[in-house]
């Protein structure tokens, strides 16, 4: 039996067996490494596709961004006029004389509107938190009786008021809707 395997030929044979089996499994273990290779390549080359699609999306986003804050700018400055059309137009009131104007049915139909319009939280004065201090409006002129005065220049400083804040909103509404569109 041990005769077999010692003769030279056998030898040889099962040598370019074992030579024929070692450069098989080297030319599929080298043909699997291209493979990965391959995927690996192809892998890269759809996430480079994705990262260029996410740079446009987020250049389109910074485009927006900078169109929305000029438009935000150019309502800042609308408003800002208000603000001075608004105080140019209280210094004129405040220099109406404090004659009472209404009769006393009256001035309870303004009171019972600028108390709606205090007390409604409908406005809250300059500051931070969110609770009203009732006292957006100026109270009415008592002066002497039980009944409040309403005076003009009163009248026309509360309407200011509330002129002042519609627009603004208004301004605000149309930058938003500018920058929705």
Known sequence: ?????????????????????????????????????????????????????????????????K???????????????????TAGLMIQAAKIETKVLLEAEDEKIISDATYYFNHGMLRTTGSSDSKTSGEVLPASDASGSDRPHWTIRQIIENYLIVIDYILKLEKTVQCYETVSD
């Not at 169109?67 to 059309?85: L, P």
């Open 67 to 85: 169109a929305n804050i000029a438009t935000m700018k150019k309502t800042q400055v609308q408003q800002q006029q208000i603000t001075t059309d």
């Open 1 to 65: 039996m041990w005769t077999w395997l010692l003769n030279p030929k056998n030898l040889l044979l099962m040598a370019l067996t074992a030579l024929i089996v070692i450069i098989g499994g080297l030319y599929l273990w080298q043909r699997g490494a291209i493979k990965e290779k391959e995927i690996t390549i192809t892998k890269q080359a759809g996430d480079i596709l994705a990262l260029q699609v996410a740079k446009k999306d987020l250049e389109g986003q910074v485009t927006d961004y």
